[in-house]
């Protein structure tokens, strides 16, 4: 039975090759978007499957309380000893400290990468085995080192690395992210004590090296960096994982966390932190948190594209419903006659559903394909260069693209089967296209209307969202720049030698320093107290520049003075302040600011200078609070202002200064503009794939309106004769065909334009700075989907108009 339903399936569709192509391509459109979203959730899906014990494997997150809303992966460094010691049914517990990452020097040779601070523990969670080195050993004493075979093999090539010494010198490169850090500390001689092997799949800890954990201390000795092992107020440095043993279980595990935090942080103590067990599985994907090990597709957008993804496919859907009503009255003969001669409603059921499923198949052939190439431009997104898709479909996958297509050939030929499967033999040459659903909109209608609403929501989402990028891109940050050349220091005397020796180049028009770039996603917070009235307060950013940094940044001076030259040895005898810091912390104007006496950090300054308000942070967030201060031993950026008559002998000018001057020190350089504009990367990737996504909803519309008014001039085309042999003119029978697609486009613009405007707005508000849905943009949009439709319709109206009323007239 089943085997005629398909050959019957397969001889209809044959039959109506255009309407088949159309539904089949239309669904191969939709279904590979669709696809690419569950090829991306399964690689997300796919990171740390390859750890033994992945289900029993824990890491501890910290939330803060009582009015402190910060969430973080990290945790304080002595709560793995605590849990190990004094709680039963955990196996075993490891930590992963932050804050090492630079360049591995060996003979002439150099290597660099980032990664933990971590003892053997971490190997008896984890499955990170060594092809080299003994595991329970490796990070036993004090300044070992193990590093992947990539950095094995840049390093030694063919040497054994095992019992090799090099030099480490700290960068601050993160593991898991694009930070590649500008200040350097020399950790000292590191000692090769194991190589890890290749990581058989994606994990969410992507480190390049492990030092040992008791090289702590011994840093920390130096003043290197800071550590304490029992610190309980430190929860942003260190990482804890746990491993339970096989009969304990979550709930445990999270009670033996709340009774540690409850001991630790009681109330009325100043930091108060919460603990939160978060399985392994639910590391990738997740929702942001700070201090996250590595880049990852945020839970809502991989939500927010799930969903987009469905609204085209339930268009796509919507187009194979509506045309298969619409042909209901050619199929009404057939399934009469099948039904007198026997038929059950389960039986014609089931042949219209084979028929569904049979296009949908092929529609996913199609849909592999298109898959290969939203692939290939995916990977070219900024996003990707980070979260690292891949693309390799594996046999569990195809199947699962399977399952999905019977799925949507289920549900596209649901209602079509239904109402098939329902016909009386009787009255079957009604046709059922005019099943009432309002009181005078007819099934159809409500299709195509709802088909027409979906694209011009996404037309104008489009339009607004690309508004609102070219804003951001073109934004006045109310600094110069353009033409200035960022470059990393590492230490603070690098940049007083390269300012020295760049001086009388007649391409620069200056060198200054600074801390972080502006702008850029940086920022660092503080608290401030008048000194007169230490009750008053405020939260403030801050960061540090030298003297010359307001003129090569060229910023506003409003009041005041820039910094001396020379900065005395605390660096904290002045600071500049931005006009939102006066004016919030009420000094009335920039003069009366000047020579105010300020509380930070302990330190009691004096307001020397008031600057114009300038954006400083993202230009997501609105300008706040802004302190500059002046100690040379923050500086991590060169600031050069240069011509920009001959960039690139200047910037070779530049490298060859560097190298001459500190030559233990890479010159790395990045354009500020080229900065500014990366950190608006992703937007710039939301508008591309959102602008896909719109011309996918427009060609799915466009293709169930081809196909709608194909079919209406086709039975209509004996009335279209008629009308042209009486002295029907070819306006006349243009308007007639299209007059009723005019009426329901309409009545999609009346629906779909406050809609989109209420939906746009919504998003527009995280966006301190943000464009409105103005009546140009919805008024654009309803001009386009209005060409772009009647075209369409307009293409088989004329078809009908000019066609030899012979034709049709003729007896069959």
């Not at 040779?109 to 601070?117: L, P, R, T, V, W």
């Not at 009325?268 to 399985?279: D, I, L």
């Not at 693309?391 to 549900?411: E, R």
Request: hydrophobic residues 45%.
């Amino acid at each position: 039975m089943i085997k005629n339903y398909f050959k019957i399936a397969i001889r209809t569709l044959t039959k109506n090759k255009a309407f088949s192509l159309i539904n089949i391509v239309g669904l191969a459109v939709s279904m590979s978007v669709c696809l690419l979203i569950i090829n991306i959730y399964a690689d997300q899906k796919s990171y740390d499957q390859f750890h033994g014990n992945k289900d029993r494997i824990y890491r501890v997150l910290t939330y803060g309380i009582g009015g402190d809303n910060s969430k973080t992966a990290s945790s304080a460094f002595p709560l793995a000893k605590k849990l190990q010691q004094d709680y039963p049914g955990i196996e075993q517990t490891a930590s992963l400290v932050r804050n090492i990452g630079g360049d591995m020097l060996y003979k002439e040779k150099a290597a660099s990468g980032g990664g933990y601070f971590a003892d053997g523990q971490l190997f008896k969670i984890m499955d990170f085995k060594l092809s080299k080195g003994d595991a329970a050993t490796a990070l036993q004493n004090p300044y070992s080192l193990v590093i992947t075979e990539e950095i094995a093999k840049e390093l030694f090539n063919n040497e054994d690395p095992i019992g090799k010494a090099v030099q480490f010198n700290d960068k601050g490169v993160n593991p898991g992210g694009p930070e590649k850090g500008n200040k350097e500390t020399a950790f000292g001689i590191f000692t090769i004590t194991g190589v890890l092997q290749n990581v058989p799949g994606k994990t969410h800890l992507p480190f390049k090296l492990l030092a040992s954990l008791s090289t702590l201390p011994a840093l920390a000795n130096e003043k290197k960096l800071g550590f304490d092992a029992n610190d309980w107020g430190n929860v942003w440095t260190n990482y804890t994982y746990v491993l339970l043993e096989k009969t304990n279980t979550k709930a445990n595990l999270q009670a033996d966390l709340n009774q540690v935090a409850a001991m630790q942080y009681p109330k009325g103590s100043g930091s108060r932190f919460v603990f939160k067990a978060q399985a392994l599985n639910e590391i990738t994907p997740s929702n942001p948190i700070g201090n996250e090990t590595h880049l990852s597709m945020p839970v809502v957008m991989l939500l927010i594209l799930s969903i987009l993804g469905m609204i085209i496919m339930f268009s796509a859907c919507l187009n194979y419903t509506n045309l298969s009503v619409a042909r209901a009255l050619t199929r009404a003969k057939e399934v009469g006659l099948r039904k007198v001669a026997g038929a059950t409603r389960a039986q014609v059921f089931a042949q219209f559903i084979c028929e569904a499923i049979i296009v949908s198949l092929a529609a996913l052939v199609l849909a592999v394909v298109m898959l290969k190439l939203l692939a290939i431009a995916f990977t070219g997104l900024w996003l990707n260069q980070f979260i690292n898709i891949s693309f390799q479909q594996s046999l569990p996958l195809l199947l699962v693209f399977v399952a999905f297509a019977v799925l949507i050939g289920f549900i596209a030929g649901l209602l079509p089967s239904i109402y098939m499967a329902a016909f009386n033999p009787i009255v079957m040459m009604k046709n059922f296209g005019g099943l009432k659903l309002f009181k005078r909109l007819t099934l159809r209608k409500v299709l195509l209307v709802t088909q027409f609403c979906v694209s011009l929501i996404f037309i104008i989402s489009t339009a607004v969202l690309y508004q609102q990028t070219k804003r951001i891109l073109n934004f006045d940050y109310g600094f110069d720049k353009k033409n200035i050349v960022d470059v990393s220091l590492y230490k603070l005397d690098n940049y007083q030698r390269f300012a020295q020796a760049i001086e009388g180049n007649k391409d620069i028009g200056g060198i200054s320093a600074c801390s972080f770039m502006p702008a850029t996603g940086s920022n660092n917070g503080t608290r401030i107290f008048k000194v007169e009235r230490s009750k008053d307060s405020m939260d403030v950013s801050f960061f540090d520049v030298d003297a010359k940094f307001i003129d090569v940044w060229s910023l506003k001076l409003l009041a005041g003075k820039t910094f001396p030259e020379m900065p005395d040895t605390s660096g904290e005898r002045y600071i500049i302040v931005n006009e939102t810091m006066v004016r919030r912390f009420n000094y009335g104007t920039p003069i009366a600011a000047v020579g105010q006496k300020i509380l930070i950090d302990g330190n009691t300054v004096e307001i020397a200078g008031v600057v114009k308000d300038f954006q400083f942070l993202d230009v997501s967030r609105p300008i706040e609070a802004l302190v500059l201060r002046n100690r040379p031993k923050e500086f991590g950026y060169a600031n050069i202002k240069v011509s920009g008559h001959h960039t690139s002998e200047t910037i070779a000018f530049l490298e060859k200064t560097w190298k001459k001057v500190n030559p233990n020190a890479k010159f790395e350089y990045s354009f500020l503009d080229e900065q500014l504009l990366m950190t608006h990367s992703f937007l710039v990737d939301v508008a591309k794939i959102l602008g896909f996504l719109s011309l996918m909803a427009v060609l799915i519309s466009s293709f169930g309106l081809l196909g709608m008014a194909t079919y209406t001039a086709e039975t209509r085309a004996k009335e279209i004769s008629i009308r042209k042999v009486v002295g029907s003119s070819v306006p006349q029978i243009i308007v007639l065909l299209s007059k009723g697609y005019a009426q329901l486009l309409l009545i999609a613009i009346i629906i779909a334009v406050p809609l989109s405007w209420y939906l746009n707005n919504m998003w527009l508000q995280f966006f301190a700075y943000r464009v409105s849905v103005s009546a140009g943009i919805l008024l654009m949009s309803v001009v386009m989907m209005l060409l772009i439709s009647m075209v369409t319709v307009l293409s088989q109206s004329l078809r009908a108009a000019f066609s030899n009323p012979v034709d049709s007239l003729k007896p069959d």
